[in-house]
């Protein structure tokens, strides 16, 4: 089935003459018509683009992803669609612009298909929080795909297009693509540009990708990468690896020392670990057991700084410039007071509070302060890790999808999820999550950890994994519409 296959599978195809990007973005258009993990799909601006992709293709002048159909996060600024953030705030917002990583991905030959609904402002561990209504879990419906970028996770898995851009924070990559038994990728800090991705947490945010299997995800990296003077965060950086991968591929990883740090593990439970341990060690590689001692205090250092920078970054939405107004307000007070609080979720206005709160005089040194000082141990804590091994591997999440609605009465519990992604996010490093079993007939992912900036790494490992398993080619028996 066509709308199963992989990016470069579809290149294949394309390159072969077995299908045209029309047939191919016309067959992701209707099946994507109408899933509620889909916020907007945008039928004539990607067929007009397929036809200039077998026009390209035809004269010789195809790029490395000409004629394959795309999904963004609905995070990213695109040029004449409406971007909403999964917020009432923006629920009418036209972009003016393209976010840097939509067009490098259109210079490149990718079609943008439309935009996938997400938890609101990226605040969220399930897609629960959309303004748009809550995303399903294509696997089962009962289920979440996770957050924020579930619907770009769900999208994939369901065979609604064959790649999905995405952000992760706090793990908003990762953890969906666990959930939904697909290969998540979030590069280093710096890697991609954050131009045009409207920002949660400035100090965290980064964009990544959600993909079939490793080698899709390195092709898209490939293109979406590279320095960009409009971000100030953009890393300036020329990795020989990375601008030769479209045409050369990964390096095979050899003989690497993978650390298995305990603190992972303490109260971790899952037969899948043991058996991508015995697979990875047949593969010539051999396991360590290592301590990073800070990992415990992450999640409330994270939830710190990252509330305080949204509080910051969310201030800009007054009902005054541009997104949501209040109708008919009596004065300036009022205007701010009920576009906010009618613009804004629960979640993004319980972060909002309680970031505000961490930053106000007499808590910022009792909070943000001690907050970023755990952040800095934290990495500490990976640089020592990096003397010693070349990756980490740990677990994704917990634990498969959970129910929808079974954490949303329970903050603190429904943050636990991200306790095994959120040490990366705040000490910056690439990590991917990639398919590695099933436990009660969900998928279930593990995650490789790489020092800064050697994605290739990872990479390179997750593709010779997913050589010799067939986890990442399972796909869910049910792929349509649930609201």
Do not use: N
């Given at each position: 089935m066509i709308s199963g296959k992989s990016v470069h599978e579809l290149i294949a195809g394309l390159e072969k003459g077995d299908f045209s990007a029309q047939e191919l973005t016309q067959l992701y258009l209707d099946k994507a018509d109408s899933h509620n993990a889909i916020l907007s799909l945008d039928h004539e601006g990607a067929l007009h683009a397929a036809r200039q992709a077998d026009e390209d293709r035809a004269a010789g002048r195809a790029g490395p992803l000409t004629g394959v159909p795309i999904v963004h996060k609905d995070i990213f600024l695109t040029k004449d669609l409406i971007t909403t953030a999964g917020s009432r705030m923006l629920e009418n917002f036209v972009a003016p612009y393209n976010a840097t990583v939509v067009s490098r991905l259109e210079q490149a030959g990718a079609i943008t298909l439309g935009k996938a609904n997400m938890d609101e402002f990226a605040m969220g561990s399930s897609n629960e929080n959309s303004y748009f209504g809550a995303v399903t879990n294509p696997w089962d419906v009962n289920k979440v795909p996770g957050g924020s970028s579930g619907g770009s996770a769900a999208v994939v898995a369901a065979g609604l297009a064959p790649a999905a851009t995405g952000t992760d924070t706090g793990g908003s990559i990762r953890q969906p693509a666990a959930f939904c038994g697909i290969t998540g990728l979030k590069p280093t800090y710096g890697r991609i540009s954050r131009y045009g991705m409207i920002a949660f947490a400035s100090s965290?945010?980064?964009?990544?990708?959600?993909?079939?299997?490793?080698?899709?995800a390195g092709l898209l990296l490939a293109v979406m990468a590279g320095f960009d003077p409009r971000d100030s965060t953009s890393a300036e950086r020329q990795d020989t690896w990375l601008t030769e991968l479209p045409e050369r591929g990964l390096a095979p990883a050899s003989s690497l020392t993978i650390g298995l740090p305990k603190e992972y593990f303490s109260d971790f439970s899952g037969a899948h670990i043991d058996a991508v341990k015995k697979a990875i060690e047949d593969l010539g590689h051999s396991f360590v057991e290592m301590s990073l001692p800070t990992t415990d205090a992450a999640i409330p250092a994270y939830y710190v700084i990252a509330g305080a920078e949204a509080s910051t970054n969310l201030s800009r939405y007054d009902g005054v410039r541009f997104g949501h107004r209040c109708e008919s307000p009596v004065d300036l007070q009022d205007l701010y007071k009920r576009s906010r609080s009618e613009g804004f979720g629960a979640e993004v206005k319980r972060r909002i509070l309680t970031g505000t709160y961490a930053l106000s005089v007499g808590y910022y040194d009792a909070y943000y302060l001690q907050a970023q000082k755990i952040r800095r141990l934290l990495a500490n804590d990976f640089d020592q890790a990096f003397t010693k091994v070349d990756v980490l591997l740990t677990p994704t999440t917990p634990g498969p999808a959970f129910s929808r609605g079974e954490l949303t009465e329970d903050?603190?519990?429904?943050?636990?999820?991200?306790?095994?992604?959120v040490p990366v996010s705040l000490a910056g490093l690439p990590a991917l999550s990639m398919p590695a079993g099933i436990q009660a007939n969900l998928p279930v992912g593990v995650q490789l950890i790489a020092p800064a900036f050697r994605e290739?790494?990872?990479?390179?490992?997750?593709?010779?994994?997913?050589?010799?398993?067939?986890?990442?080619?399972k796909a869910p028996a049910f792929t349509g519409e649930v609201s």
């Open positions: 965290l945010d980064q964009a990544g990708t959600l993909t079939k299997d490793a080698k899709d903050p603190v519990a429904m943050y636990q999820q991200d306790k095994y992604t290739d790494t990872i990479l390179s490992l997750a593709e010779q994994f997913q050589q010799v398993t067939d986890w990442h080619l």
